[in-house]
Structure formats: structure tokens, C-alpha cells
């Protein structure tokens, strides 16, 4: 797509003010980085709060009536008609051999007194997923009147709480609908770093005024997606298209954990039978976080090899981790064995050695109960 047919998100102007470096993505202009850089913005994130405007991404709502629920449950594999409202669901859109259309945060709201399925979206994935969606869905609205907020960090809490009522969003993944300005916004504890934060679709009339007040504490610092990326990095969060894509199941990319497993048993869920298969089965690919042994600048695609020099896996992510200091990476290793001796990635013609790291690289922060 060229540059003259990027969207724009909502608040483009204010960014542009604000000194943002845009970049493409997804079929948008988005701020990649600010003034202070994307390592200063990073860490700013792991220790005091970051401001990321992340509107590009796709929102839905569905009325949870049966028969949007049971088809919804071809393709996603949660028990949608039982899960806990009030609460955000990691999951997927799944294809007929089990792959990933695309993975989403999913959760029940109550909106004037009816239960809607609230969806967030890749914004590479919106036009697949809207199609989808039209398809099997019966009342749905697509939301394009509302801007997408993270506020991420340590201090998130103590900042929005000034002027936030929080108390129903205590704890990580809890999902409500509060009041700012007279306008109701939805508000998750939740996000894509690591750490501690808030999730928050705004209308768009409020969106300004509300990262105003957030940028009024000194903690608070725009961010954009360069350090998002990094940040997820570390944390060993999976990225469309990288970690995760339509040729790749849930179990394969270590997810298991988000899968209903009575669902499996499902003959109408959408790759059932291959992935309780694959849950039987030892993997024929399994993800892997990596470091190199020397200063190894680790890249998305570079191929790893095992000590006899032969192809045995992809790095999906690499970047520069603030936090550690050195390089760090997500990948796939084909038919892994505990017996593997060293790996290497190629650089320049030369083989560098890199070991396996436990996933995530750093600790993460939620919020889960006192």
C-alpha cells in the first residue's frame, strides 16, 4: 500500500504536535517512536508510565444472542455462552486445520442492559475478520467511532485513579464500562508489555482531552510501536504475522493455555480434531525464546542451525531488549529435543552460536489479586 492511501488514526494531528516519526503499518500512519527515542520510551514503560495510541486496531460488538454465539463458536474455541462476564478472554479465530486467522481479546459486557461480545482486533487482520464477522453475525457494530488507548506501566494505577473510578477493574484481564466526561468508555486491566495497564476505548470526542489529563503527571510519556514491539519482546508476547499466523496452531505457538479443552471435542469448532491431536502428540515445532552468546544482533527470518550446520528453525522476532542489554528473540525450532546441543544463526557468512531462553525474558508485572 503506498504512502497516499495510509488511514489516519483519529488523533494523527495531535501526534504530529507531539513530534511523532510515523511509520506504516497495517494500512496506517502510526508513530513509531518520539522525541526521547524508542529505548528511552521503553524503559520509561517498564518504570514509570507509557501513553500508546493503538486506534488502528479493529473493535466489535455482538449481540450474545444464541445464534451469534453459536456460530461465533465454529471459530473461536472458549464456551462463549458460559464464560465470565465482566472479565477479557485471550483466544482465536480459527481456520478448518486449526491455523490462527488471527488471535483477540474477547470478553462479555452488559450495554444497556443486553450482554454483548466485545472483540479487539488485529488491525492487519480487520478486513479478514470484518468479513467474518458479516458473515456469521446478525446486529453487530463495527466500531469506528471510539479511539483505542494503552496506558502501561507501574504507575498506571495510581495515575488514572485520580480522575478514574477504578474499582471494577482490580485485577488483571477485568473488563468494565465506566464514565469519563458523561461518555461511557470500556476499560480492561490489561495490555501488550508486561507490565501493569489499562486498555480503554474512548469515544473519539473524548480521546484529546483524556490523554491530556494523563500527560499533565511528569511519570506520563507518549510511546509509540517501536518500543511496543520491544516491550512485547521481552515479555515473550506473540505478534500476527511473526509468532503467529493461519498456518500455525494455537498448540504449536505454545498457547494451549487458551484453549477450552472441552471444545476439542467439538466436531463444529473449526480444527478440533487436529488440535486435539496435536495435544497428544509430541510437536513437530515448538517456540523457543534465544540469545546469542556473543553481541549477535538477532533479526526476524534468520534461520537457525544445529551444530552439524543443518537447517532446524526461524527466528519469528528479534530486537535489542533495554532492559537486558543485548539481543533477544522468539522462534521455532522443527521436531525439538531436550538433546539438542548448540544453535547458530548465520551472520555475514559466518555461524554464531545462540542458546535457549526461557519465555519471557523478563518478568512481567500484572496485576493479579492482593
Same mark, same amino acid.
Given at each position: 500500500?503506498?504512502?497516499?492511501?495510509?488511514?489516519?488514526?483519529?488523533?494523527?494531528?495531535?501526534?504530529?504536535?507531539?513530534?511523532?516519526?510515523?511509520?506504516?503499518?497495517?494500512?496506517?500512519?502510526?508513530?513509531?517512536?518520539?522525541?526521547?527515542?524508542?529505548?528511552?520510551?521503553?524503559?520509561?514503560?517498564?518504570?514509570?508510565?507509557?501513553?500508546?495510541?493503538?486506534?488502528?486496531?479493529?473493535?466489535?460488538?455482538?449481540?450474545?444472542?444464541?445464534?451469534?454465539?453459536?456460530? =461465533?463458536?465454529?471459530?473461536?474455541?472458549?464456551?462463549?455462552?458460559?464464560?465470565?462476564?465482566?472479565?477479557?478472554?485471550?483466544?482465536?479465530?480459527?481456520?478448518?486445520?486449526?491455523?490462527?486467522?488471527?488471535?483477540?481479546?474477547?470478553?462479555?459486557?452488559?450495554?444497556?442492559?443486553?450482554?454483548?461480545?466485545?472483540?479487539?482486533?488485529?488491525?492487519?487482520?480487520?478486513?479478514? =475478520?470484518?468479513?467474518?464477522?458479516?458473515?456469521?453475525?446478525?446486529?453487530?457494530?463495527?466500531?469506528?467511532?471510539?479511539?483505542?488507548?494503552?496506558?502501561?506501566?507501574?504507575?498506571?494505577?495510581?495515575? =488514572?485513579?485520580?480522575?478514574?473510578?477504578?474499582?471494577?477493574?482490580?485485577?488483571?484481564?477485568?473488563?468494565?464500562?465506566?464514565?469519563?466526561?458523561?461518555?461511557?468508555?470500556?476499560?480492561?486491566?490489561?495490555?501488550? /508489555?508486561?507490565?501493569?495497564?489499562?486498555?480503554?476505548?474512548?469515544?473519539?470526542?473524548?480521546? =484529546?482531552?483524556?490523554?491530556?489529563?494523563?500527560?499533565?503527571?511528569?511519570?506520563?510519556?507518549?510511546?509509540?510501536?517501536?518500543?511496543?514491539?520491544?516491550?512485547?519482546?521481552?515479555?515473550?508476547?506473540?505478534?500476527?504475522?511473526?509468532?503467529?499466523?493461519?498456518?500455525?496452531?494455537?498448540?504449536?505457538?505454545?498457547?494451549?493455555?487458551?484453549?477450552?479443552?472441552?471444545?476439542?471435542?467439538?466436531?463444529?469448532?473449526?480444527?478440533?480434531?487436529?488440535?486435539?491431536?496435536?495435544?497428544?502428540?509430541?510437536?513437530?515445532? /515448538?517456540?523457543?525464546?534465544? /540469545?546469542?552468546?556473543?553481541?549477535?544482533?538477532?533479526?526476524?527470518?534468520? /534461520?537457525?542451525?544445529?551444530?552439524?550446520?543443518?537447517?532446524?528453525?526461524?527466528?519469528?522476532?528479534?530486537?535489542?531488549?533495554?532492559?537486558?542489554?543485548?539481543?533477544?528473540?522468539?522462534?521455532?525450532?522443527?521436531?525439538?529435543?531436550?538433546?539438542?546441543?548448540?544453535?547458530?544463526?548465520?551472520?555475514?557468512?559466518?555461524?554464531?552460536?545462540?542458546?535457549?531462553?526461557?519465555?519471557?525474558?523478563?518478568?512481567?508485572?500484572?496485576?493479579?489479586?492482593?
Amino acid at each position: 500500500m503506498s504512502d497516499k492511501a495510509l488511514k489516519n488514526i483519529f488523533l494523527n494531528k495531535f501526534h504530529q504536535e507531539n513530534g511523532a516519526k510515523f511509520v506504516p503499518f497495517a494500512g496506517y500512519e502510526m508513530p513509531i517512536n518520539y522525541k526521547k527515542g524508542i529505548i528511552n520510551e521503553h524503559l520509561h514503560v517498564r518504570e514509570k508510565i507509557g501513553i500508546f495510541d493503538v486506534s488502528h486496531m479493529g473493535q466489535i460488538l455482538i449481540p450474545a444472542n444464541d445464534k451469534n454465539i453459536s456460530e =461465533l463458536e465454529i471459530y473461536i474455541p472458549l464456551n462463549l455462552k458460559n464464560i465470565q462476564s465482566n472479565k477479557c478472554h485471550y483466544s482465536f479465530i480459527l481456520n478448518k486445520e486449526g491455523g490462527i486467522v488471527d488471535d483477540i481479546m474477547l470478553s462479555k459486557i452488559s450495554i444497556n442492559n443486553k450482554e454483548n461480545i466485545y472483540v479487539v482486533y488485529n488491525a492487519s487482520r480487520k478486513k479478514i =475478520l470484518n468479513e467474518i464477522f458479516s458473515n456469521i453475525c446478525e446486529n453487530y457494530f463495527i466500531i469506528n467511532n471510539r479511539c483505542l488507548i494503552a496506558i502501561q506501566g507501574p504507575s498506571s494505577y495510581l495515575i =488514572l485513579k485520580d480522575f478514574l473510578d477504578l474499582s471494577k477493574v482490580t485485577n488483571f484481564l477485568d473488563i468494565n464500562i465506566i464514565q469519563y466526561e458523561d461518555s461511557n468508555i470500556y476499560i480492561s486491566r490489561s495490555g501488550y /508489555t508486561g507490565e501493569d495497564g489499562f486498555e480503554i476505548s474512548i469515544p473519539n470526542e473524548n480521546a =484529546l482531552s483524556f490523554v491530556n489529563h494523563i500527560l499533565k503527571n511528569e511519570n506520563a510519556l507518549l510511546c509509540g510501536l517501536g518500543c511496543r514491539d520491544s516491550l512485547r519482546v521481552e515479555a515473550g508476547l506473540s505478534l500476527y504475522g511473526n509468532e503467529i499466523n493461519e498456518n500455525i496452531t494455537p498448540i504449536q505457538a505454545n498457547l494451549s493455555w487458551a484453549l477450552d479443552k472441552k471444545r476439542l471435542e467439538d466436531i463444529y469448532l473449526n480444527g478440533a480434531n487436529i488440535l486435539l491431536k496435536q495435544l497428544k502428540t509430541a510437536k513437530d515445532m /515448538t517456540k523457543i525464546g534465544i /540469545t546469542p552468546v556473543n553481541k549477535t544482533m538477532l533479526r526476524n527470518n534468520m /534461520t537457525l542451525y544445529s551444530n552439524e550446520k543443518k537447517e532446524i528453525g526461524y527466528i519469528t522476532s528479534g530486537c535489542f531488549s533495554p532492559v537486558l542489554k543485548k539481543s533477544i528473540g522468539m522462534g521455532y525450532l522443527y521436531n525439538f529435543n531436550n538433546n539438542l546441543d548448540k544453535l547458530y544463526v548465520k551472520v555475514r557468512g559466518d555461524f554464531e552460536e545462540v542458546i535457549i531462553n526461557n519465555i519471557p525474558f523478563v518478568k512481567k508485572n500484572y496485576k493479579k489479586g492482593d
